[in-house]
Structure formats: structure tokens, C-alpha cells
Nanobody
Framework: SQLVESGGGWVQPGGSLRLSCAVSGFTLDSYHIQWFRQAPGKSRVAVSCISINGNPWYVNSVKGRFTISRDNAQNMVYLQMDNLKPEDTAIYYC??????????????????WGQGTQVTVST
């Protein structure tokens, strides 16, 4: 099982990036997917997740700015990030968990992790 993130980079405040997560080794439609991020010197935090039913969840600090989506046919998950702020600077990780009995994606113990992609927001 493998998750590979891409799409990170440097952007000025107010800019946009779209992160992609390519999934291989398992069937995406059975898994909840969550994006975490970890800023330098800070703990890792959950940013957004999408359930197997396509229901999204967002941490308050990104609501209205980030949009998560999934394409099960292509085994891809995306995180569209708009109006980026310097405090969004972090390494972003794509994670997955197999919990078909759960309707919610938030608060689960995510078992599979990608290697992360760096997002830097600065002038």
C-alpha cells in the first residue's frame, strides 16, 4: 500500500496550490482519507478528511479556503488550497484508513501515510 503526495511548493500569501495524493496497492473507495500537516516545531494536526461516502470535514482554520475531493476511479485524492496564509506553511501528509463501518472520517486512527509534500507560504 502506498500513498504519494505531490503539488507542494512555494506560493505568496493569497495564492493557491492543489495537492494530489496518488494511491496504489489498495482500492481507494473503501478507505477514508485525511490530510495532516506539520509545521516546524509544532505537532502534527489534521487539516481535512473525506469519508468513503464523500463527506468532507475541515479544521476551522481552513474552512472556506480548502476543498478536499476524491476520484475513486483514478485512485486520487486532492486538496485544493486557496487564499493561502503564512500559517499554512507545513509538510502536508496524505493518510488512509480502512473503516467501512464508520460514516465519519474525522477522529479515526489513520494507518497508512505518504512521505509528505512541503508547502511554503511567504512573501
Amino acid at each position: 500500500s502506498q500513498l504519494v503526495e505531490s503539488g507542494g511548493g512555494w506560493v505568496q500569501p493569497g495564492g493557491s496550490l492543489r495537492l494530489s495524493c496518488a494511491v496504489s496497492g489498495f482500492t481507494l473507495d473503501s478507505y477514508h482519507i485525511q490530510w495532516f500537516r506539520q509545521a516546524p516545531g509544532k505537532s502534527r494536526v489534521a487539516v481535512s478528511c473525506i469519508s468513503i461516502n464523500g463527506n468532507p470535514w475541515y479544521v476551522n482554520s481552513v474552512k472556506g479556503r480548502f476543498t478536499i475531493s476524491r476520484d475513486n476511479a483514478q485512485n486520487m485524492v486532492y486538496l485544493q488550497m486557496d487564499n493561502l496564509k503564512p500559517e499554512d506553511t507545513a509538510i502536508y501528509y496524505c493518510t488512509a484508513v480502512l473503516r467501512p463501518e464508520s460514516n465519519n472520517c474525522a477522529g479515526l486512527a489513520y494507518a497508512f501515510w505518504g512521505q509528505g509534500t512541503q508547502v511554503t507560504v511567504s512573501t
